[in-house]
């Protein structure tokens, strides 16, 4: 069954730094653009940065360009997300997401077939 698993969410001060893991099983990870997105309850869920399969070409949302690093380890299904440089802004639930996409649907829900559970990174000011 495919299953994607976040980790490493947590509360830190602003300036902080968080890395957030997304584990992936049953064959969801090869071929794969993985992907991060944040909600805030009451708003839409927003991308915030993607990794292709092919070339590990990174994409980022404009409002954490500089201060997050998208990355993934393949020999092990895994996906990273560095968040250095922390607002309370960036507060909010992350979820990890695979799907194929094309390049200029990298930012879209709609492109990524599979999620996990989310995990809760709150910034304190």
């Known amino acids: 069954q495919a299953r994607l698993v976040e980790s490493g969410g947590g509360l830190v001060q602003a300036g902080g730094s968080l890395r957030l893991s997304c584990a992936a099983s049953?064959?969801?990870?090869?071929?794969?653009?993985m992907g991060w997105f944040r909600q805030v309850p009451g708003k839409e869920r927003e991308f915030v940065a993607a990794i292709s399969w092919i070339a590990y070409n990174t994409y980022y949302a404009d409002s954490v360009k500089g201060r997050f690093t998208i990355s993934r380890d393949n020999a092990k299904n895994t996906a990273y997300l560095q968040m250095n440089s922390l607002k309370p802004e960036d507060t909010a639930v992350y979820y990890c997401?695979?799907?194929?996409?094309?390049?200029?649907?990298?930012?879209?829900?709609?492109?990524?077939?599979?999620w996990g559970q989310g995990t809760q990174v709150t910034v304190s000011s």
């Open positions: 997401a695979a799907g194929r996409p094309a390049a200029q649907a990298m930012d879209k829900l709609r492109a990524y077939d599979y």
């Open positions: 049953g064959r969801i990870f090869g071929g794969y653009t």
